[in-house]
């Protein structure tokens, strides 16, 4: 994929330097004052091995993906009949080829993002607030949790499905052993497969927003919290009214990363359920890397990859929208 | 007069104890409570992965009658030479991911580095619109790139070659984005003092600029061999023959071809394992390195 970041569930940068700069790009200082001279041919000279590869396998997709979503692309037809806005409004028609799977991709891979990201949330918080007392082996804790991520995803993914095996799995057989139904149908029946899905993408993934929570709260004044204290706060008060306002811009960005990368999942479903039972668990991602590259509909499969871009931007800037109105009230 | 410190923070690394930590004043039993809920967890973390490594060593008989007993009985290395005798060529498929890995961050570090002294050091027109149109992209959900980038890939005849999973995921912008940081931090005053002397602009960055960003660079290194190293779905629809495979879709691979046979599929996810582990184990010391040395006197 040409973006450097897993193309798997959890896709993403490092926190801090997106954020800053996102935040700061304006105000970010003119090298040094007017009175360097321009170097406009040496400077595009340095940028030109990037911007020959970023033009070809980043910006010419991003425009071409909208031409080939206007066509009845086939690669194996022999030419391309130009349609129109066809792919696009199919997917708004029900009973068309494409809508009922479309949008049943769409709520499963909803379905994923709401119950998967509020664990995501809460549990590296709550792992982040432990970690940043003060502990023994703190660093050590911090390296084990964060150590998942560093796995693949077909890793993570071969690994819980044998665990997670409903007749041979080990953890049927431990429920077992503990008196507990040992018949659970972890990868092939929902909800459990849900429960799976959710549960090893918290196993995979809670040490990376662990890891920048944890930068976010070290960032929090001491002052604060012993002014907070010299008031008369207890623990939960100092939690609401110290640390989770001084740590919203990290916890915003945190949001919005994680609502992305659980909304792009792919591989847990692709290797633990294989989108079963029948499609019940099969993501947005899933359904249009099958229809383009296997089905060979690349038409259909741009124009639905822009509508899914579409409704992630949306999100974003509700999302965005809502922090910043929250940190004005 | 000292610098201000380049900011080099990445995905694993916190700043080591910026501030003295708050004064603990809890009660033996909410330090208790404490450590216990923190091992716990990370046991949850560690016994599947031993779990995997121990059923590994076990005799296909063994791992399904005794899913329990985390212990191999008989110890074997069964798993390991049926990989080993090539049915499903896995040592090919780790010597693939480990070209396409290096391949791919030599590229990525090139170009980015090159690219981000441009942006962080250089004034010139149109600067601010291909900066914007770079981190714009950083925003743009992988997806959209997918088919496009598959048939520019397959009219460029690269399809089931190295070609396909190094070339097209080195033009990401994070690379540049990330460097740019860097370099943007980095204090005039040693690149002006160079200028006087004479220096060029390749000078300045091969001789001063790169020099000074040796643990942003490796940083960016391992964070982009990690990517590559474990991408998922791109391999999975560009590489088609079995010779061709990376270990990620190898292993789903191997999946299907040894479904019942967990010893070897957990074998093959070992494989695929090692090599990270052992880089994150290192590179954990590397980025507090790189924070720490990151000061610079000027």
């Given at each position: 994929?040409p973006?450097p970041?897993p193309t798997?569930?959890?896709s993403?940068?490092?926190?801090?330097?997106?954020a800053?700069?996102l935040?700061?790009a304006?105000?970010r200082r003119?090298?040094?004052?007017?009175g360097?001279?321009r170097r406009t041919?040496t400077?595009?000279?340095f940028?030109?091995p990037?911007?020959?590869l970023f033009c070809?396998f980043?910006l010419y997709?991003?425009?071409?993906?909208?031409?080939?979503?206007?066509?009845?692309?086939?690669?194996?037809?022999?030419n391309?009949?130009f349609?129109?806005?066809?792919n696009y409004v199919?997917?708004?028609v029900?009973?068309?080829?494409t809508s009922?799977?479309f949008?049943?991709?769409?709520?499963?891979t909803?379905?994923f993002?709401?119950?998967?990201?509020p664990?995501?949330?809460v549990?590296?918080?709550?792992?982040?607030?432990?970690?940043?007392q003060?502990?023994?082996?703190?660093?050590?804790y911090?390296?084990i949790?964060?150590a998942?991520?560093?796995?693949?995803?077909?890793v993570?993914g071969?690994?819980?499905?044998?665990?997670l095996?409903p007749q041979l799995?080990v953890?049927?057989?431990?429920?077992?052993a503990?008196?507990?139904?040992?018949?659970?149908?972890?990868?092939?029946d929902?909800?459990w497969?849900?429960?799976s899905l959710?549960?090893v993408?918290?196993?995979?993934?809670?040490g990376?927003n662990t890891v920048?929570?944890?930068a976010?709260?070290?960032?929090?004044?001491?002052d604060?919290?012993e002014a907070?204290?010299l008031d008369?706060?207890?623990?939960?008060?100092?939690?609401f009214?110290?640390?989770?306002p001084?740590?919203k811009p990290?916890?915003a960005?945190?949001?919005?990363?994680?609502?992305l990368a659980s909304?792009?999942m792919?591989?847990?479903s692709?290797?633990?359920?294989?989108?079963?039972?029948?499609?019940?668990?099969r993501?947005?991602?899933?359904y249009?890397a099958?229809?383009?590259?296997?089905?060979?509909?690349m038409g259909a499969a741009s124009?639905m990859?822009?509508v899914?871009?579409?409704?992630?931007?949306?999100?974003?800037?509700?999302?965005?929208?809502l922090?910043r109105?929250?940190?004005?009230? | 007069?000292?610098?201000?410190?380049p900011?080099?923070?990445?995905?694993a690394s916190?700043p080591?104890?910026?501030?003295p930590?708050?004064k603990?004043?809890r009660?033996?039993?909410?330090?208790?409570?404490?450590?216990?809920?923190?091992?716990l967890?990370?046991l949850a973390i560690?016994?599947?992965?031993?779990?995997?490594?121990?059923?590994s060593?076990?005799?296909?008989?063994?791992a399904?009658?005794?899913?329990?007993?985390?212990?191999p009985?008989?110890?074997?290395?069964?798993a390991?030479?049926?990989?080993?005798?090539?049915q499903?060529?896995?040592?090919l498929?780790f010597l693939?991911?480990?070209?396409?890995?290096?391949?791919?961050?030599v590229?990525?570090?090139?170009?980015?580095s090159a690219?981000?002294?441009?942006?962080?050091?250089?004034?010139?027109a149109?600067?601010?619109?291909?900066?914007?149109?770079?981190?714009?992209?950083l925003l743009?959900?992988?997806?959209?790139?997918?088919?496009?980038?598959?048939l520019t890939?397959q009219s460029l005849?690269?399809?089931?070659s190295i070609?396909?999973?190094?070339?097209?995921?080195?033009?990401?912008?994070?690379g540049?984005?990330?460097?740019r940081q860097f370099?943007?931090g980095?204090?005039?005053?040693?690149?002006?003092?160079?200028?006087?002397?004479?220096?060029g602009?390749?000078?300045i960055?091969?001789?001063?600029v790169?020099?000074?960003?040796?643990p942003?660079?490796?940083?960016?290194a391992v964070?982009?061999?990690?990517?590559?190293?474990?991408?998922?779905?791109?391999p999975v629809?560009?590489?088609l023959?079995?010779?061709?495979?990376t270990?990620?879709?190898?292993?789903a691979?191997l999946?299907?071809?040894y479904?019942?046979?967990?010893?070897?599929v957990?074998a093959?996810?070992?494989?695929?394992?090692?090599p990270v582990?052992?880089l994150?184990?290192?590179?954990?010391?590397?980025?507090v390195d790189?924070?720490?040395s990151s000061?610079?006197?000027?």
């Amino acid at each position: 994929m040409p973006q450097p970041r897993p193309t798997s569930c959890c896709s993403r940068t490092p926190a801090s330097t997106v954020a800053d700069t996102l935040v700061s790009a304006p105000a970010r200082r003119s090298a040094r004052g007017g009175g360097v001279r321009r170097r406009t041919g040496t400077a595009y000279l340095f940028l030109a091995p990037f911007l020959v590869l970023f033009c070809v396998f980043v910006l010419y997709p991003a425009i071409s993906g909208l031409w080939i979503s206007l066509h009845i692309w086939n690669p194996l037809l022999p030419n391309q009949p130009f349609v129109g806005l066809k792919n696009y409004v199919d997917l708004f028609v029900p009973g068309s080829l494409t809508s009922g799977d479309f949008w049943q991709s769409m709520g499963n891979t909803g379905i994923f993002t709401i119950a998967s990201v509020p664990f995501l949330l809460v549990i590296p918080l709550v792992v982040a607030a432990m970690l940043n007392q003060k502990i023994r082996g703190g660093a050590v804790y911090r390296g084990i949790f964060f150590a998942p991520y560093v796995l693949g995803v077909a890793v993570v993914g071969v690994i819980w499905k044998y665990l997670l095996d409903p007749q041979l799995g080990v953890v049927n057989h431990v429920l077992g052993a503990l008196g507990l139904p040992s018949d659970i149908p972890w990868t092939v029946d929902v909800p459990w497969a849900w429960i799976s899905l959710v549960g090893v993408t918290v196993w995979w993934t809670m040490g990376f927003n662990t890891v920048i929570l944890l930068a976010g709260l070290k960032g929090i004044s001491n002052d604060l919290y012993e002014a907070a204290s010299l008031d008369g706060a207890g623990t939960m008060r100092k939690f609401f009214s110290v640390t989770l306002p001084g740590l919203k811009p990290v916890l915003a960005f945190v949001t919005t990363v994680t609502i992305l990368a659980s909304a792009n999942m792919f591989g847990q479903s692709y290797l633990l359920t294989k989108g079963g039972p029948g499609h019940a668990t099969r993501t947005a991602i899933m359904y249009i890397a099958d229809e383009g590259l296997s089905q060979n509909q690349m038409g259909a499969a741009s124009a639905m990859s822009y509508v899914l871009f579409l409704v992630l931007a949306i999100i974003s800037i509700v999302n965005f929208r809502l922090q910043r109105d929250r940190s004005q009230s | 007069m000292t610098a201000t410190i380049p900011r080099a923070t990445t995905t694993a690394s916190v700043p080591q104890q910026a501030q003295p930590r708050r004064k603990a004043r809890r009660t033996p039993v909410a330090t208790i409570v404490l450590y216990v809920v923190l091992t716990l967890l990370a046991l949850a973390i560690v016994v599947p992965l031993v779990w995997i490594v121990l059923t590994s060593f076990k005799t296909d008989f063994d791992a399904i009658n005794t899913p329990l007993n985390p212990i191999p009985h008989p110890f074997t290395l069964n798993a390991y030479q049926t990989l080993a005798s090539g049915q499903q060529p896995i040592f090919l498929w780790f010597l693939n991911s480990l070209a396409a890995g290096v391949l791919q961050t030599v590229l990525i570090l090139i170009t980015a580095s090159a690219g981000a002294y441009a942006l962080a050091r250089l004034e010139f027109a149109g600067k601010k619109i291909v900066f914007g149109v770079i981190v714009a992209t950083l925003l743009v959900p992988p997806v959209i790139f997918l088919i496009p980038n598959y048939l520019t890939v397959q009219s460029l005849g690269w399809l089931d070659s190295i070609w396909a999973i190094t070339i097209p995921g080195s033009a990401g912008a994070f690379g540049i984005f990330f460097l740019r940081q860097f370099f943007v931090g980095l204090p005039p005053e040693i690149e002006e003092a160079a200028r006087m002397d004479g220096a060029g602009d390749f000078r300045i960055f091969w001789q001063i600029v790169l020099p000074l960003s040796r643990p942003a660079l490796a940083t960016l290194a391992v964070l982009s061999f990690l990517n590559n190293w474990n991408d998922f779905l791109w391999p999975v629809y560009v590489l088609l023959s079995p010779e061709h495979q990376t270990l990620q879709p190898g292993l789903a691979v191997l999946q299907g071809a040894y479904s019942t046979h967990f010893g070897i599929v957990m074998a093959g996810a070992l494989i695929a394992s090692v090599p990270v582990l052992i880089l994150f184990t290192i590179a954990q010391r590397q980025i507090v390195d790189s924070v720490a040395s990151s000061g610079v006197k000027g």
